[in-house]
């Protein structure tokens, strides 16, 4: 069944952060991300949700607790913690 990771976060600059986030499309692929989506509220653009979509929540777990992952997000200008969900379609 599907998995997607679900990211929500606030960002600095949204265009700082788009362009640290395209730049991370190989660490992305190397590490289980089969497909994503950014969403950005349309009221607030330094407010960002990330759909990552996984073959397992196994996987999806991994890439979650990354330490490349939470290092892309610190660098790429996430304010604070981002909350992650992990969902499965049933």
């Known amino acids: 069944m599907p998995v ?5 976060a606030n960002v600095t600059s ?7 986030y395209d ?3 190989s660490f ?3 590490n289980g991300v089969s497909r994503d989506e950014v969403y950005c509220s349309p009221e607030d653009m330094t407010s960002v949700l990330v759909l990552h979509f996984f073959a397992t929540v196994e996987v999806a ?3 979650a607790s990354n ?3 939470a290092e892309a ?3 790429s200008g996430v304010i604070g913690d981002a909350h992650l969900t992990i969902a499965q379609t049933v």
């Open 73 to 75: 997000m610190r660098s």
């Open 61 to 63: 777990q991994s890439f």
């Open 4 to 8: 997607v990771l679900l990211v929500k």
């Open 67 to 69: 330490p490349g992952f």
């Open 14 to 20: 949204y265009d700082h952060w788009r362009t640290a």
């Open 23 to 25: 730049a991370g499309a």
């Open 28 to 30: 992305r692929r190397k």
